[in-house]
C-alpha cells in the first residue's frame, strides 16, 4: 500500500487531499508525527516552497528511520540509555504494538493509534515496527498555492497566507479576515471585469528511503532527494467578488469566483469545489503517479 505523509496540520487542506486522491492509500499528517522539522517556507515560488517541504520531511524520516534501526540492535541497557538522552529521564519509552492497541481500544479517529505511539517517543522507524509500514511504499506529499490577482501584479502569490501581516512585520501567516480585508481594499476601485486572479497549487512528491544505508554526505542525500522529487501544477482562473460570500472552503475561497460560476469558492458544494481547484486539477495529474 502507498503511504502518503501529507505535510501540513491544516484540517482543511488534508480533508480536501483525502477527498479528492480517495481510497486506497494511507494518509499521515504531521499531526501523526510529533517533532517533525518546521520548514522555512521563503523560496521565491510555489514550487520552491513545496520542493522544500517535501525534501526536508522526507531527509528526516531517512533519518529517522536510520536512527531507529541502529537502535534496535543494541542492548536494552542501551538502548534505555540513549532513549533517555535524546527525550530526557522521565520521558516514557514508546510501547509496543500490542500495548498501544490494548490502550487505545477502539477509536475512529483516523491516526489515533499513530499519534498515539508517536507521542510516546517513537518516530519513522518506530511507526514502521508498530504499524507494518515497512512494507508501504512511503511518499511525502507537500504544497503550496496561494493567490494571484492581475490587477495587483500577480500578488499576494507566495505570501497569500501572510498578506496582511507584510504591512506590520508580524511573524506569522495573518488570519483569514485579516488578508481578505486588506485585499478588498486595495481591489475597492477595480470594476469586477478587471479582477481576474486564478488560485495556483504546486504539489511535490518525494519518496522517503526506507534503507538503512548511510548516505556518504547529509547534503548529496538531500540533493538525490529533490531530483527524485516530481512537481505537479494545477491552476484555476477567475475572479475576485465585491464581498465575501458563503461559508464553505478557507482562505480567500468566499472572495474567488471561479470561471463559469456566479457562485464563489465559499458557496459552491464541496464535490463541484473538488473537481475544480487548483489543489484537485494538480492532485489530478499526480494520482496516476501512485498507481506506478
Known sequence: ????????????KVGEIRAILGEGFRFLTLSDVPN???????????????????????????EAQRLESNVA?????????????RNGPRAVPARSAQENAGALGKSDRPG???????RDGSRSGEL???????????????????????????APGVHSARFAALDTGTPGNSTTAENNAKLLRLLKD??????????????ALTPARRSAQESASPVCYADDLEIQT?????????????????????????????????????????????ELSHRARALALLRPKLRD
Open 1 to 12: 500500500m502507498v503511504t502518503l505523509l501529507i505535510a501540513t496540520r491544516n484540517a482543511h
Open 36 to 62: 517533525s522539522p518546521e520548514v522555512i517556507e521563503d523560496a521565491g515560488t510555489f514550487a520552491g516552497n513545496a520542493t522544500k517541504k517535501a525534501v526536508a520531511l522526507a531527509r528526516w524520516l531517512g
Open 73 to 85: 540492535a543494541l542492548k536494552p541497557g542501551v538502548q534505555k540509555g540513549l532513549f533517555e538522552l
Open 112 to 118: 489515533a493509534q499513530r499519534a498515539a505511539a508517536s
Open 128 to 154: 514502521d515496527v508498530a504499524f507494518g509500514l515497512r512494507g508501504d511504499r512511503l511518499l511525502v506529499l507537500a504544497d503550496d498555492s496561494g493567490l494571484e490577482v492581475d490587477a495587483l501584479g500577480g
Open 190 to 203: 477595480v470594476p469586477l471585469d478587471k479582477r481576474t486572479a486564478r488560485f495556483r497549487c504546486v504539489v
Open 230 to 274: 516530481e512537481l505537479f501544477e494545477g491552476v484555476c482562473d477567475g475572479k475576485i467578488g465585491l464581498t465575501p460570500r458563503g461559508r464553505g472552503g478557507f482562505g480567500y475561497d468566499p472572495l474567488f469566483i471561479p470561471t463559469g460560476y456566479d457562485h464563489t469558492f465559499g458557496e459552491l458544494d464541496e464535490g463541484i469545489k473538488n
